[in-house]
């Protein structure tokens, strides 16, 4: 690229092929954004360790179980766009604390829930938890702001990795404080994760990201232009199937070892596990996706959440349910990392807030319906159902794949308007 081509291409907010130059505090912010993962991630775990649990206890009828989980998500769903509009006007730091606050929210009003024993204000807590969890998973692509175009996938997954973390904490957190108030199982569980959440604000709170200028954020193609990519339809289909799934039966998996028998802490034991499965590959999925491509870590995802359900129909004993939450977890790490890096691909640097965020209203949407279902499908047909209704999904997201493999990803700094 000649002088005057880089200098436009860099006015206009665009990669540049073969620039190496990291942003301004992108290590600091890249450091900070781990650690936020870590404490935002912990939240999470906590809500799908007890989540079940609770509603089990707290609602009117057992096929209500799993409604405030299914309302977690529909939190995220519903928030991930306006998180977007955020970002998109005041910046990603905004976004981030605004999320915190939903977090300090979901721990109150839980706590409070329990205590009262209100099944409805318990739902209600969850949709904030939802809200916080969605933008605690834009992070990965806030950590794609800090680092030259040919590293982000690295960053990416750099970000996912703090999850580890969350994998020790959040069920380490359970364990500890479940029984401290005996009348109210879980409710300073819940009262240490709305601190948690106050310490993850102030952790975001030294991240320094531009805001976005007002040329900006009218700049850009119109997103009936981005969506209509073959790669980006796949690389939506492939993180909704990858995530849907794994929360599919890692919503029913806690419920279920309680319903054959199994102790709380075996199920505390094996969310652990899964958690740290779903985050630990990604100290080396970007090396990996910089290898070998996006696709090819995507399909190893989606076969190794195929191998998870197959573990998970051949029994239902301790050693069952940990296996499967295992595989469920790397195999969502290499299916939502690897999809998350095809995202990346298909929009330019003006387009990706709008872009980021409707990738993820289309994953944590399509999870609404899979949580749900969960809770009556686990109820009403048992373990083995859950387990079964996965590998169609399965199937036809490696379709995706395999039917735009040949194309060769175009540069976001090349696309043209």
């Known amino acids: 690229m000649t002088g005057a081509g880089h200098h436009a291409a860099a006015a206009r907010g665009l990669a540049v092929p073969g620039e190496a130059v990291d942003p301004p505090d992108g290590r600091r912010n890249l450091a900070r954004l781990v650690v936020a993962q870590a404490l935002g991630g912990a939240n999470a775990t906590v809500v799908f360790a007890t989540g079940a649990i609770i509603g089990h206890t707290l609602a009117p009828r057992p096929a209500l179980a799993t409604l405030p989980i299914s309302l977690f998500v529909v939190g995220m769903a519903v928030c991930t766009l306006p998180a977007g509009l955020i970002a998109q006007r005041h910046g990603r730091r905004a976004a981030f604390l605004t999320g915190t606050a939903c977090g300090i929210l979901l721990g109150l009003l ?4 329990i205590v009262l024993g209100a099944f409805w204000l318990f739902c209600v807590a ?3 938890g939802g809200a916080y969890a969605a933008v605690v998973l834009s992070f990965r692509f ?10 982000r996938p690295r960053a990416l997954s750099a ?3 703090g999850g580890v973390a969350a994998g020790v904490i959040g069920p380490q957190l359970v364990t500890t404080t479940m029984h401290a108030w005996p009348p109210h199982l879980f409710a300073v569980t819940y009262l240490a994760a709305a601190g948690i959440a106050a310490l993850c604000a102030v952790v975001l709170t030294g991240v320094r990201l531009p805001v976005p200028t007002a040329p900006d954020r009218a700049a850009g193609r119109p997103l009936g232009a981005i969506v209509r990519q073959p790669r980006f339809v796949t690389a939506v289909i492939c993180g909704v199937v990858s995530y849907t799934l794994m929360n599919f039966v890692m919503t ?4 279920a070892m309680r319903l054959c028998g199994l102790s709380q802490e075996a199920s505390n034991l094996g969310l652990q596990w899964h958690v740290i499965a779903m985050y630990g590959p990604s100290f080396v999925t970007g090396h990996l996706i910089a290898r070998f491509g996006a696709p090819r870590i ?3 995802g989606l076969g190794l959440t195929a191998a998870a359900a197959a573990v998970g129909l051949t029994g239902v004993e301790v050693g069952h349910f940990w296996l499967t939450l295992i595989l469920l977890g790397v195999g969502w790490n290499f299916g939502f990392v690897g999809a998350s890096a095809m995202v990346l691909e298909c929009h330019r640097t003006e ?5 980021q965020s409707l990738n993820d ?7 609404v319906v899979g949580s749900f279902a969960s809770g009556g499908l686990l109820t009403t047909y048992g373990w083995d159902t859950v387990c079964w209704v996965t590998f169609p999904p399965l199937l036809l997201a490696a379709a995706a794949v395999f039917a735009t493999s040949a194309s060769r990803p175009v540069p976001p700094g090349l696309l043209r308007p």
């Open 126 to 128: 969850m949709v904030f």
């Open 351 to 355: 387009e990706r807030a709008r872009v």
């Open 252 to 255: 029913s998996a806690p419920l």
């Open 298 to 300: 995507v399909l190893t």
């Open 159 to 161: 970000v996912m990795a």
């Open 142 to 151: 806030a950590a794609a702001d800090c680092v030259p175009a040919a590293r």
């Open 361 to 367: 209203f289309a994953v944590f949407g399509m999870m």
């Open 110 to 113: 839980a706590a409070a829930a």
